[in-house]
């Protein structure tokens, strides 16, 4: 164990509300159970499900730390009881289930992933909740497959981002959507063969030219609401709709003749709160496909912008306003 301040700061709010309730605080450093470890935070990555918390409609799950965070990178700096395979002083980054913004935060040793070779602990920050929620939803759930076609609605996030770069790495068709030339631009640099404008174009009509009339085998959706419909014309038949997040709303009339005509799959998960066992299956399977490819740099993470602790309202102001494309990223230093 290394030598541990007597105090931390993090990033508390007082209530639930808009980015400007958002503080630097300081409090305790979490205790270490027995299977986890205590990591010095370099870096956290900013995700939205940490703005749905903050202004009240994402709490975290019971046991969670009350701090916001889903992903960080830095060192171990105290090993839990039951721990073999991490030491002291070691880097690493790991899925959290909150108290990720903050200058220690614990976590499971079954979430904990070596730093890729070649990238620095800043960009490590980025890759856990991304490459935890893709490779579950689009290869898990989704079954992607050999040869079949994907799409990912919000392709200049940084799960959209996520997506592009790793389903293209196994050589699928990729299409994306996006909101502007400049994302559109953004998404087809980093993998996307077409980038929709769906603010200019309809994603529907374009799917179906690109696919001569069959549409795409797989749909990652962060929307949902009233593109849930266009989204199954937009669907081969026995195709697979995954449902990650709900910008759109969460209530939608569907007409299920046409799911039940042509086999359609609509299925959705989320991660947070879901048990160690399916997260460490997950964690072992990024290592044996994925993390070859970041170390080989096949695939690269994009950082946006980086943030300080006393900038954290502003960089949910960025997420929120949805100026970013690919992560972004607080640092403790």
Same mark, same amino acid.
């Given at each position: 164990m290394v030598n541990l301040p007597a105090s931390m700061r993090y990033v508390g709010q007082q209530a639930s509300g808009g980015p400007e309730v958002l503080a630097v605080m300081e409090g305790?450093?979490?205790?270490?159970?027995?299977?986890?470890?205590? @990591?010095?935070?370099?870096?956290?990555?900013?995700?939205?499900?940490?703005?749905?918390?903050?202004?009240?409609?994402?709490?975290?799950?019971?046991?969670?730390?009350?701090?916001?965070?889903?992903?960080?990178?830095?060192?171990?700096?105290?090993?839990?009881?039951?721990?073999?395979?991490? &030491?002291?002083?070691?880097?690493?980054?790991?899925?959290?289930?909150?108290?990720?913004?903050?200058?220690?935060?614990?976590?499971?040793?079954?979430?904990?992933?070596? @730093?890729?070779?070649?990238?620095?602990?800043?960009?490590?920050?980025?890759?856990?909740?991304?490459?935890?929620?893709?490779?579950?939803?689009?290869?898990?759930?989704?079954?992607?497959?050999?040869?079949?076609?994907?799409?990912?609605?919000?392709?200049?996030?940084? @799960?959209?981002?996520?997506? @592009? &770069?790793?389903?293209?790495?196994?050589?699928?068709?990729?299409?994306?959507?996006a909101g502007s030339l400049e994302k559109c631009a953004f998404c087809e640099k980093i993998g996307a063969e077409r980038a929709i404008n769906y603010r200019q174009e309809d994603f529907v009509s374009v799917i179906k030219e690109l696919t001569a009339n069959q549409g795409v085998d797989v749909i990652l959706d962060m929307v949902a609401g009233d593109y849930l419909p266009r989204e199954l014309k937009a669907l081969k038949d026995e195709g697979r709709i995954v449902i990650i997040a709900f910008l759109g709303g969460s209530k939608v009339q569907v007409d299920f003749a046409e799911v039940m005509r042509r086999r359609l799959t609509i299925t959705g998960s989320t991660l947070r709160a879901r048990e160690l066992t399916f997260k460490k299956k997950i964690r072992d399977e990024l290592l044996k496909h994925v993390w070859p490819l970041l170390s080989a740099g096949k695939i690269k993470t994009h950082i946006y912008q980086q943030f300080t602790l006393e900038q954290a309202g502003l960089a949910h102001r960025v997420m929120e306003e949805s100026r970013h494309m690919g992560k972004l990223v607080l640092t403790m230093e």
């Open positions: 305790e450093i979490p205790s270490v159970e027995v299977g986890e470890v205590l @990591i010095r935070v370099v870096a956290a990555g900013i995700n939205r499900p940490d703005c749905f918390q903050r202004a009240g409609f994402y709490p975290p799950p019971a046991g969670a730390s009350p701090i916001m965070g889903l992903e960080v990178a830095g060192y171990i700096a105290k090993v839990g009881e039951g721990v073999s395979d991490w &030491q002291v002083g070691d880097p690493c980054s790991a899925l959290v289930t909150g108290g990720g913004y903050a200058e220690y935060c614990t976590a499971p040793q079954e979430t904990l992933l070596p @730093i890729p070779e070649g990238m620095s602990l800043v960009e490590a920050a980025t890759l856990p909740e991304t490459f935890y929620t893709v490779w579950s939803n689009v290869f898990q759930r989704g079954q992607l497959k050999n040869k079949e076609t994907f799409l990912v609605q919000g392709g200049s996030s940084g @799960i959209g981002s996520t997506a @592009i &770069q790793l389903v293209s790495a196994f050589g699928h068709r990729v299409f994306a959507t």
